[in-house]
C-alpha cells in the first residue's frame, strides 16, 4: 500500500522559514519523480518543486526559485522541501506526490502523472 505522509508544516512569520517531510513507502518500483504542490485558498492546486529519482536532479516553479530546496533521503524513504524567506504567497496547503512521468522531464504542473498524494500539511505565513 503507498503512503504519502506529509509534516513540519505551520504558522510562520514572513521572512521565516520551515521544512517539510514526507515519509513515503510503498511505493511502486516504477516512481521515478517525487514533487510537492501547493493550494492556496480558492486557488488551482499548483507544482512548486519536483526531484527525479534517483538522480535527484530538482525543478522549481519560478516563484519559488532560490528560496525552496527539495531534496531526497533515499536511506530514510524521506522527501523535504527546505522553505525560506516565506511570504504571504507561500500560505496555503501543501501536499506530496508521487509518479512517473515519461520522455522530457521537467517541473510537474499536472496530476495526469501522479500516482499517489499525501493528505497534505498546512503553511501559513503572516506578517
Known amino acids: 500500500q503507498v503512503k504519502l505522509v506529509e509534516s513540519g508544516g505551520g504558522p510562520v512569520q514572513t521572512g521565516g522559514s520551515l521544512r517539510l517531510s514526507c515519509a513515503t513507502s510503498?511505493?511502486?518500483?516504477?516512481?521515478?519523480?517525487l514533487a510537492w504542490f501547493r493550494q492556496a485558498p480558492e486557488k488551482e492546486r499548483e507544482g512548486v518543486a519536483t526531484?527525479?529519482?534517483?538522480?535527484?536532479?530538482?525543478y522549481y516553479a519560478d516563484s519559488v526559485k532560490g528560496r525552496f530546496a527539495i531534496s531526497h533521503d533515499s536511506a530514510e524513504s524521506t522527501l523535504y522541501l527546505q522553505m525560506s524567506n516565506l511570504n504571504a504567497d507561500d500560505t496555503g496547503m501543501y501536499y506530496c506526490?508521487?509518479?512517473?512521468?515519461?520522455?522530457?522531464?521537467?517541473?510537474?504542473?499536472?496530476?495526469?502523472?501522479?500516482?499517489?498524494w499525501g493528505q497534505g500539511t498546512q503553511v501559513t505565513v503572516s506578517t
Open positions: 506526490a508521487a509518479g512517473r512521468q515519461y520522455g522530457s522531464k521537467g517541473l510537474i504542473t499536472s496530476p495526469a502523472t501522479i500516482g499517489a
Open positions: 510503498g511505493l511502486p518500483v516504477s516512481t521515478n519523480y
Open positions: 526531484i527525479y529519482i534517483p538522480h535527484k536532479v530538482p
